[in-house]
């Protein structure tokens, strides 16, 4: 039994490390699914961020800016203002500064 809970505690760290390796064109990819997942969703199932401001235009959207401050990636969603409907978006920033971060202990 003890050569089995070793092997799984084993295991259980290879593939953390494995996961800890992504390379950053990979959570770059992930960052953008990630965004182009949110299309066709209401603004408020993006829940995680709060917007840093937001720009309604005359065509009926509204911008709604975000950053991270610690990759320094400013990226906006552009909302249907009638609807609340998702139906972009787009980076500000530089797209390199946008990744997804490795959170060991995300979201506590």
């Known amino acids: 039994m003890n050569r089995t ?11 953390l490390v494995l996961m800890s390796c992504a390379s950053r064109d990979q959570r770059r990819e992930y960052f953008r ?3 182009d997942s949110y299309i066709g969703k209401p603004i408020e199932d993006f829940w995680l961020w709060a917007p840093v401001s ?8 509204t911008e ?20 609340g ?8 920033s530089d797209p390199a500064r946008c990744y997804i971060k490795i959170e060991w202990f995300a979201p506590f």
């Not at 709604?64 to 906006?76: I, K, L, N, P, Q």
């Not at 409907?85 to 500000?92: K, L």
């Open 5 to 15: 809970v070793a092997q799984l505690v084993s295991m259980l760290i290879a593939v």
């Open 33 to 35: 699914e990630e965004k």
């Open 54 to 61: 937001s720009h309604p235009s005359k065509s009926g959207i």
């Open 64 to 83: 709604y800016v975000y950053y991270d401050d610690e990759t320094g990636c400013r990226w906006a969603f552009e909302v249907n203002t009638d609807t």
């Open 85 to 92: 409907i998702i139906e972009g978006w787009h980076y500000i």
